[in-house]
């Protein structure tokens, strides 16, 4: 074992700010959208320059730069869960004042999500891929969940880097017209989303807070078959997103 390498990984692992990226999209993503990646540990060094050569050659200079080599059994004993990849890195988390720049500027080409108080790290990860996907200006948390906890930039394949993503509180929130999404509202169809909007989830269980239906420009249904009781997070938002990018020309925003 590197006992180099390992104690360099721990001393990292300890400063504020630093983000693990577990498995090679989200480094990958890291190193794309211009994250400050500053460690990688692979199993298998070859292996690793071999696969972003044929699946991201962008990143491979960089990668070749970073990239260094600790047995399987050193990775385990640094992360709790060691990815079938068997890459692990350290980067730095988007600042949060290039995230509230990004959120806050306008005009705004593209909406911003909002999700409210969620619980499930794996659907918090999920949204941020979407949205990175679909061209959103940026996903805002708010609660108690840290939206770059490990399990929510390994759901989102590191896609954070691609997006605005902060933790904000109700009135930290940007300006723009307020979209919610819940069962009294107009059906989705029936309307479109500006690009300035902000598009408002509630939480997996219990839906919006009546704090932010009082806040809202227009509560908007998403229609669906009686003794359903409910749609998935992520898909909602997906749901959502596409909605917006329906209602624009290609190419613009969304493309």
């Known amino acids: ?30 190193l794309r959208f211009g994250g400050n990646v500053r460690r990688v540990l692979t199993a298998d060094r070859a292996a690793l320059l071999a696969l972003a050569a044929e699946l991201a050659p962008d990143v491979l200079p960089a990668l070749d730069g970073l990239a260094a080599e600790l047995p399987e059994a050193g990775l385990r004993a640094l992360v709790p869960r060691l990815h079938p990849t068997g890459v692990v890195a350290l980067a730095d988390r988007r600042t949060a004042g290039a995230n509230l720049a990004a959120l806050t500027g306008r005009p705004r080409p593209a909406p911003v999500v909002l999700l409210e108080n969620p619980r499930n790290l794996g659907n918090v990860g999920a949204v941020i891929r979407l949205a990175a996907g679909f061209g959103a200006t940026g996903v805002v948390t708010t609660g108690d969940l840290d939206p770059w906890h490990p399990t929510v930039v390994r759901g989102s394949a590191g896609l954070h880097y691609a997006t605005a993503v902060e933790r904000l509180a109700l009135a930290e929130l940007p300006a723009g017209p307020l979209y919610v999404l819940d069962p009294e509202g107009a059906d989705i169809r029936t309307l479109s989303f500006p690009d300035d909007a902000l598009l408002a989830f509630g939480t997996e269980r219990h839906g919006v807070s009546a704090e932010l239906k009082a806040r809202a420009d227009r509560l908007v249904a998403v229609p669906m078959q009686p003794g359903v009781s409910s749609f998935n997070l992520a898909t909602s938002v997906a749901m959502g997103l596409f909605h917006w990018m329906s209602g624009r020309p290609p190419g613009l925003g969304g493309d």
Not at 20 to 28: A, C, S
């Open 1 to 30: 074992m590197n006992d180099e390498s390992v104690r360099a990984w721990r001393a990292d692992a300890q400063l504020p700010g630093t983000v693990l990226l577990d498995g090679f999209h989200p480094l990958k993503h890291a």
